[in-house]
């Protein structure tokens, strides 16, 4: 029998490895956004077009490369990182595998220019596929740039699973963003189909999170400093009342790189334990300088996941730092450690206080054994049972998923008796159905239906009087440029300045007072949203937020008005979110409960 066993040619090993390092056009800006900063570079510049799919350059002034070491970047497992196998465990620089520049030239068509400064000229070399074009001197300036085009053309299946351009393109912010903010000493410049998205200057850490997230934010964080013998912990929290239900900027850093570590987050949770309401998460900038011989970090092509010799410890140093930090700027009430705790809370008496020695009285005749008549219950015992009978019908309704009752028939306008309950519910009986309609979702379903139908640019609008202007942050700003016209086809006017955008009209069926609601939730949902769902997404927000709101009084036409909308729709059950919308009893039902 013939051998079987073989090895793989260079360019398909490559490209199993290029399944691993690039992912998506994100993988390859942050690969060489790293490379480039393990240069040495104090500028560094990315331009990229159609969020990756044409190009992808990065241009840097950095130590540049020789003839020879232009060629061997790109052969696999080539690195000026690493010589021996203990310095997988002192590693001080981004990048040290070998991998990514061969994988990424496997499946893109790669120029490189680059030049030393002690070289008068510089060298020019292009790959396709993996395989070297031609390599020539070149006029080039110090440092190095590479021009990654047609990524994924010859794996026609990885091209197809990309997604939108604007998914993508909040990928490729994202890994930006996390280079940036380890690296506030180099300055940063971003285009995106030739517009500039962030022009990020050298400074300090405060300045730097002030550019990426907004000058906002820079007055609603507080400092962290805290220096053991284990690990050196600096950066910035969010204060309580910043905290948002998404969990966008929180960053964790370990020797100036970017991990993701759910336990590490568990500690800045408790250190805010009882200051945020449900739901909440506070902002963090963290950084952690621990012993490269303490941690691993070789666990994942691309090194975001980590391995502590010492997790536990790191975790309870981290939690206490954040407190620390909290108590310092009086956000939680901190214990005056300069106090003796054995007279801390020890009533002082004064001179005429007789002190008498305790006494003990004991029942004698008290049998544990006896059956004693049960005590009547106290008023708070009732209010206690009251209240959680209360929630427990509460949650009912909340859960009860009704029977599908209008498949398909079409209902026509009917007069109905409708009474409202606690300002929350209607009750309407309807072809020998009892009906419990919670108004909020009923509404909330009914605009939504007719968000959209209207969502064609067909939307009445009301202008603005007087605009409402937000501040944004450039990273919010940009959501909302690639998402402008959607805005306008549901009957928002804005109008986008550098950090503020101002809102100059908007649908009749939105209050003024919603307006910043709205877009908070529009910013919030942007993350990785596909523009395919955008519209759904956006008419479930702005249903919600329109809707009338529980406790709102109605008067008889509003509630006659809103059942007959409601139950003319094809689905009249479900909120666009799943929620039940009512719950229905018939006589039989009734009766058995009264038995």
């Known amino acids: 029998?013939?051998?079987?066993?073989?090895?793989?040619?260079?360019?398909?090993?490559?490209?199993?490895?290029?399944?691993?390092?690039?992912?998506?056009?994100?993988?390859?800006?942050?690969?060489?956004?790293?490379?480039?900063?393990?240069?040495?570079?104090?500028?560094?510049?990315?331009?990229v077009k159609d969020a990756g799919r044409s190009l992808i350059q990065v241009i840097d002034n950095g130590s540049g490369m020789s003839v020879t070491d232009a060629r061997m970047a790109f052969e696999r497992h080539a690195t000026s990182k690493i010589r021996t196998t203990e310095d997988i465990y002192n590693i001080h620089t981004k990048g040290f595998r070998g991998e990514a520049l061969a994988s990424i030239a496997a499946v893109a068509q790669v120029e490189t220019k680059t030049r030393k400064e002690t070289d008068e000229v510089g060298s020019q070399l292009v790959i396709e596929g993996g395989e070297v074009r031609n390599q020539d001197p070149v006029v080039t300036a110090v440092g190095t740039s590479i021009s990654v085009k047609n990524l994924f053309y010859n794996v026609p299946a990885r091209r197809n699973f990309l997604k939108s351009n604007q998914v993508?393109?909040?990928?490729?912010?994202?890994?930006?963003?996390?280079?940036?903010?380890?690296?506030?000493?180099?300055?940063?410049?971003?285009?995106?189909?030739?517009?500039?998205?962030?022009?990020?200057?050298?400074?300090?850490?405060?300045?730097?999170?002030?550019?990426?997230?907004?000058?906002?934010?820079?007055?609603?964080?507080i400092s962290v400093d805290e220096d053991t013998e284990i690990v050196k912990v600096n950066g910035f929290v969010g204060k309580p009342e910043a905290a948002k239900k998404s969990r966008g900027e929180q960053f964790f850093f370990v020797n100036n790189r970017f991990i993701r570590s759910g336990?590490?987050?568990?500690?800045?949770?408790?250190?805010?334990?009882?200051?945020?309401?449900?739901?909440?998460?506070?902002?963090?900038?963290?950084?952690?300088?621990?012993?490269?011989?303490?941690?691993?970090?070789?666990?994942?092509?691309?090194?975001?996941?980590?391995?502590?010799?010492?997790?536990?410890?790191?975790?309870?140093?981290?939690?206490?730092?954040v407190k620390h930090a909290l108590g310092q700027f009086n956000v939680i009430p901190s214990l005056d450690f300069e106090q003796d705790p054995n007279w801390a809370f020890i009533p002082s008496a004064t001179n005429e206080t007789e002190i008498k020695m305790p006494e003990i009285t004991v029942?004698?005749?008290?049998?544990?054994?006896?059956?004693?008549?049960?005590?009547?219950?106290?008023?708070?015992?009732?209010?206690?049972?009251?209240?959680?009978?209360?929630?427990?019908?509460?949650?009912?309704?909340?859960?009860?998923?009704?029977?599908?009752?209008?498949?398909?028939?079409?209902?026509?306008?009917?007069?109905?008796?409708v009474i409202q309950w606690m300002n929350q519910f209607l009750i309407?009986?309807?072809?020998?159905?009892?009906?419990?309609?919670?108004?909020?979702?009923?509404?909330?379903?009914?605009?939504?239906?007719?968000?959209?139908?209207?969502?064609?640019?067909?939307?009445?609008v009301q202008q603005m009087l007087?605009?409402?202007?937000?501040?944004?942050?450039?990273?919010?700003?940009?959501?909302?440029?690639?998402?402008?016209?959607q805005l306008l086809s549901f009957g928002f006017d804005i109008s986008l300045d550098e950090e503020v955008i101002q809102i100059n009209a908007i649908p009749v069926e939105v209050q003024q007072e919603d307006v910043v609601a709205v877009f908070m939730d529009f910013i919030e949902e942007l993350d990785y949203q596909d523009s395919v769902e955008?519209?759904?997404?956006?008419?479930?927000?702005?249903?919600?937020?329109?809707?009338?709101?529980?406790?709102?009084?109605?008067?008889?036409?509003?509630?006659?008005?809103?059942?007959?909308?409601?139950?003319?729709l094809p689905n009249p059950n479900y909120t666009p979110y799943g929620r039940a919308i009512f719950v229905q009893m018939n006589t039989s039902e009734i009766k058995k409960i009264l038995q």
């Open 1 to 47: 029998m013939s051998d079987i066993i073989q090895l793989l040619p260079d360019h398909v090993a490559n490209q199993i490895a290029a399944g691993e390092v690039v992912q998506r056009p994100a993988s390859v800006i942050k690969e060489l956004i790293e490379n480039a900063v393990d240069s040495g570079a104090t500028s560094i510049q990315i331009i």
């Open 168 to 221: 993508e393109f909040r990928h490729i912010q994202d890994e930006f963003q996390r280079v940036a903010m380890a690296h506030e000493n180099i300055s940063f410049y971003l285009h995106h189909n030739d517009a500039e998205i962030y022009h990020l200057k050298a400074g300090n850490l405060k300045q730097r999170i002030a550019q990426i997230f907004g000058k906002k934010l820079s007055s609603q964080i």
């Open 263 to 321: 336990y590490l987050h568990n500690a800045i949770a408790d250190a805010f334990d009882s200051l945020l309401p449900a739901g909440y998460s506070p902002s963090y900038f963290l950084y952690l300088e621990i012993d490269p011989s303490k941690i691993d970090i070789n666990i994942h092509p691309t090194k975001t996941e980590i391995k502590f010799e010492d997790e536990a410890l790191i975790f309870t140093i981290l939690r206490a730092a």
């Open 363 to 417: 029942d004698s005749s008290f049998n544990p054994f006896e059956h004693h008549q049960s005590r009547s219950p106290k008023p708070s015992d009732i209010k206690a049972n009251f209240d959680f009978y209360n929630d427990a019908v509460e949650l009912e309704i909340e859960n009860n998923h009704a029977h599908q009752l209008f498949e398909s028939e079409e209902i026509q306008p009917e007069n109905f008796d």
């Open 428 to 460: 309407v009986e309807f072809r020998g159905e009892l009906l419990i309609i919670d108004q909020h979702r009923a509404h909330q379903k009914i605009l939504f239906e007719k968000f959209i139908r209207s969502n064609n640019g067909s939307a009445l």
């Open 466 to 485: 007087f605009p409402i202007e937000l501040e944004l942050s450039p990273n919010d700003r940009q959501k909302l440029v690639n998402v402008e016209h």
């Open 534 to 568: 955008l519209d759904k997404t956006f008419a479930k927000i702005l249903a919600k937020n329109a809707a009338v709101k529980k406790g709102v009084g109605l008067k008889t036409e509003q509630m006659q008005t809103l059942v007959e909308e409601l139950l003319k």
